[in-house]
């Protein structure tokens, strides 16, 4: 059916429903059987897929290459020997190569999940009537027949047949690609034929799948869901699970491909410089078997530079944090957010609800008798009580009612003892409002409006029960509190009274607005929420400048900002209009001495946004309204508004606060910040590894003998250098976190020092590592028998065992040092700061080490040698001394930047 040419009584008997909607009975019978409105998602890769996948990684493939080539190996020495073949190393490669292979699916599934969930969290509604009842369901939880309601901001849900309309304009770009928002109606387009096609622009009475409400409301009835829709013959297929590299992704991924080509580079190098000492110094043995030692050797060493698991831990760091941020009412919608809320330095916020509470609230008042001031505004009221015990109505009313509240005077007990016979509506020109009520066998008046309105009216005043006749003193009393309030920037109501005998027979102005009585001003306003001062301290600490943006009073804006301290003085506010006055050039000379905009349309913010970006700021900005969305998408961290926001501004925000509120802004960079360099941390750690690894292996090689194999190296790479790594990711913020500034978005991975903490730090661990070797080189000598030199070289086990042990525990007990990058970590650990998933990581890394080297079966299987307790203790003496090392680097680096600063 072509529902565009049929009249709405005739869509309706074709879906099988009516404009009171279904009933939950038969919506659930219609989603069981025809399944959710969502369009067809790519297919997920199966377990064994992924797992195939990890072992596509260049590394992994020459791991591989490297079993096969140390089984031949281990083959032929087996033969010559005339020992039974069993491929040792071969056996503990591929263990790696799968084990690692298995925590990167388990990784990618956790990440995935992580990411459902989120996008769970943030899926979409809509208002839909169900069993004549507005019921608010998941968008693709939509069955054909729904009746759903249309707002300004909405995104349409699904195709749907429109029935009601009040002024509905619908964006349709994303489908028809026409820019002007299409002005719709209800009527069948008529002159039209079945069998005829109408253009998709020009099916006025329809609104489809993927378009946006712009203007108006209206009623619709679902025709068309998910796959069966206008969207879903477009896209065959849709992931919405697929995300984009983070820029620090793509960083890391080109450092590897970098650190990939250098090594396979000295791998060549070393190939080459074995295979030619082999043929200058004549040396013993056959040609293969020198090639086939250097090529593992080789091997070797690419395995040592590469760090594996870096992206991994990168990738579920990410995965933690985003989800911790959840938690904490902060969504964030794409990965990229995540790092650049580290560099935010700007924040440009709405103001109501954001930073203050959206409730209107009294706070004021100036009356003798307080209670009777209440009673008679909250009597004067429209606004009304729902079951919930929610005021609905207008935000002013519900204020005067909720301030009769909380003195004990609830609408529904006042209404009971003074119920209403009439009332003059309010209209703008007489700028107030009265109701009459009867109260014991008589009839009072009450009248509520603008100050000087009201005092016009008024021919005595209230006080404590007393009438008096209104004079000169009186007056300019009244409106000296008028004027008090008003600087506060309160919205001021004054209301007064009038008594009848009996019941007045014409409820108009004239005859009932006048000759009353005077009874007191009452001053409210959007308080500002408690925790946002706090925030905005915060701010400033941390480098961030807040920005005030409202459609409000300029004195509003101006007195909510002095409260918060964004504003200092008068000239730091600005009116929209007057940015209108401006060039984009004229306006960027001025726009880092304004903190504050009043009565701001939505194209103003994203001249504000893009004014702040062209002077190299990066710059974060919330919005609510469809018409937020341009500066939004503007700005570097879109923030949409979880409670007040249309579907619009959440689908373009890169983070939706759930809460809509500017604290949780703040406390989300600093999270993001947390995040950061946690991963900062896991980085510097990793490759300092990595190098220590690398420079170890090659020192030995030019020395002409072999520290370390692969699957030593696979080990540490696994085992002691992962798990504290991915621990290191779970570090508290450090406590000057927010008083930081912002660093800049420019920085690459290894700023701010980190490529020198790296380098020093590799190079170290290296040195320990070898000086354990030839301790343990001199002690087997010395066991032996046999003379100990630097250069002759024995075929050292207790050597090997002893450098591998002092590396993987200088490993653990650096994990410790990466806790901080500058910061003593003795220092937090006894001012109370702990990392216990750390500390658990360092006793496991520890244990699995020592059980490497102690118990049988593991030691035969990497080819060491059983440490004594001498050489025991001596190689956890060195490893130790990584620790005190690097604290006194530390504390000569801190000692240098305040110099700098100085």
């Avoid at 699957?711 to 450090?734: K, M, Q, W, Y």
Wanted: hydrophobic residues 45%; contains cysteine; glycine residues 8%.
């Amino acid at each position: 059916m072509k529902h565009y040419l049929h009249t709405t009584e005739e869509v309706f008997a074709e879906v099988k429903s009516s404009e009171q909607g279904l009933t939950s009975q038969e919506a659930a019978a219609r989603l069981e059987k025809n399944g959710k409105n969502k369009l067809q998602e790519a297919k997920k890769k199966s377990t064994l897929a992924r797992f195939g996948d990890q072992l596509k990684d260049p590394m992994i493939i020459i791991l591989i290459i490297a079993a096969a080539i140390s089984a031949v190996t281990e083959y032929i020495e087996a033969s010559a020997a005339g020992h039974s073949f069993f491929p040792t190393d071969t056996i503990i490669i591929l263990a790696v190569v799968i084990i690692n292979a298995v925590l990167g699916v388990m990784q990618e599934s956790k990440a995935e999940k992580a990411v459902e969930a989120l996008q769970k969290m943030s899926a979409a509604t809509t208002k839909t009537l169900r069993d004549g009842q507005i019921v608010t369901v998941k968008s693709e939880d939509l069955v054909v027949g729904d009746v759903i309601l249309l707002d300004a901001g909405d995104a349409i849900p699904a195709d749907c047949r429109i029935f009601e309309c009040a002024s509905m304009k619908i964006e349709e770009a994303a489908l028809t690609g026409e820019s002007v928002p299409v002005t719709k109606l209800v009527n069948a387009l008529m002159g039209k034929k079945e069998d005829s096609e109408v253009a998709l622009g020009d099916r006025k009475n329809m609104a489809y799948m993927g378009s946006t409400l712009v203007y108006g409301r209206g009623k619709a009835v679902v025709v068309a869901t998910g796959m069966d829709t206008e969207m879903g013959k477009i896209a065959n297929a849709i992931s919405l699970a697929e995300e984009s590299k983070t820029p620090l992704e793509i960083k890391l991924e080109q450092l590897s491909k970098v650190l990939t080509k250098l090594v396979l580079g000295v791998c060549v190098v070393i190939f080459g410089y074995n295979v030619a000492m082999h043929f200058i110094t004549g040396a013993e043995g056959a040609f293969y078997e020198v090639a086939l030692d250097s090529f593992i050797t080789a091997i070797a060493l690419a395995v040592a530079a590469i760090p594996e698991g870096l992206v991994a831990v990168m990738t579920i760091v990410l995965s933690i944090g985003v989800t911790n941020m959840s938690k904490k009412n902060a969504i964030i919608r794409k990965m990229n957010a995540v790092e650049t809320l580290g560099c935010t330095q700007i924040i440009c916020s709405d103001k109501t609800g954001t930073l203050t509470q959206n409730v209107m609230t009294v706070v004021d008042h100036y009356a003798p008798d307080e209670n009777h001031l209440a009673t008679a505004m909250a009597l004067c009221t429209n606004a009304d009580v729902s079951e919930d015990g929610k005021g609905t109505g207008e935000p002013d009313e519900v204020a005067l009612i909720n301030y009769a509240k909380t003195l004990s005077l609830p609408k529904a007990e006042l209404m009971q003892k003074y119920p209403r016979i009439g009332e003059v509506p309010f209209d703008s020109g007489r700028k107030m409002m009265s109701t009459v009520h009867s109260y014991d066998g008589a009839f009072v008046q009450f009248t509520k409006g603008a100050p000087d309105e009201i005092l016009k009216k008024c021919t005595h005043i209230d006080i404590n029960g007393e009438v008096f006749e209104m004079n000169d003193e009186h007056r300019e009393k009244i409106a000296a509190e008028n004027t008090r309030m008003g600087n506060k920037a309160l919205r001021v109501f004054a209301v007064a009274y009038k008594k009848y005998t009996s019941a007045p027979t014409d409820f108009d102005s004239e005859s009932l607005e006048y000759d009353m009585t005077f009874i007191g001003l009452t001053g409210m306003i959007d308080p500002v929420r408690p925790e946002v001062k706090d925030a905005i301290v915060e701010c400033r600490s941390a480098g961030i400048t807040p920005i005030m943006i409202t459609g409000d009073h300029i004195n509003t804006a101006k007195a909510i900002a002095r409260e918060l301290g964004i504003l200092t003085d008068d000239s730091q506010a600005m009116m929209g209009a007057d940015i209108d006055k401006y060039s984009d050039e004229e306006f960027e000379k001025l726009v880092e001495n304004v903190f504050v905009y009043a009565r701001v349309q939505p194209e103003h913010k994203t001249r504000i946004v893009n004014a702040w970006k062209k002077k190299g700021y990066v710059t974060a900005m919330t919005g609510d309204g469809v018409n937020d969305a341009p500066s939004i998408k503007s700005a570097d961290i879109g923030v949409g508004m979880g409670i007040t926001g249309t579907d619009v501004t959440k689908n373009v925000a890169d983070m939706v606060l759930t809460d809509d509120n500017f604290a949780t802004i703040v406390s989300a960079v600093g999270e993001g910040r947390r995040i950061y360099d946690n991963i900062r941390k896991a980085i510097q750690f990793l490759l300092g590894s990595n190098l220590s690894e690398v420079v170890s292996i090659f020192f030995a090689t030019i020395m002409g003998f072999t520290i370390l194999e692969a699957p030593h190296l696979l080990f540490i790479n696994l085992v002691t250098d992962s798990i504290p790594a991915l621990a290191l990711g779970l570090e508290r913020p450090e406590a000057d976190i927010m008083r930081r500034k912002p660093r800049s978005k420019t920085d690459g991975v290894f700023a701010g020092g980190l490529g020198f903490d790296c380098a020093y730090q590799g190079i170290l661990v290296s040195i320990l590592t070898v000086i354990a070797f030839y301790i343990g080189e001199y002690l087997q000598c010395l066991e032996e028998g046999l003379a100990f030199t630097f250069t002759n070289i024995h075929d050292s086990t207790e050597g090997m065992t002893m450098a591998f042990f002092t590396m993987a525990m200088c490993e653990i007990f650096h994990s410790f040092n990466m806790r901080s990058q500058r910061a003593s970590v003795i220092g937090m650990f006894f001012k109370g700061s702990h990392n216990i998933a750390l500390y658990g990581a360092m006793v496991g890394s520890f244990l699995l080490t020592t059980a490497v080297v102690e118990v049988d079966f593991l030691s035969n299987l990497f080819g060491f040698a059983h440490l004594d307790l001498k050489a025991y203790l001596i190689s956890l003496g060195l490893a130790v001394l990584i620790i005190p090392i690097v604290e006194t680097v530390k504390a000569i680096q801190r000692a240098v930047d305040k110099r700098k600063i100085k």
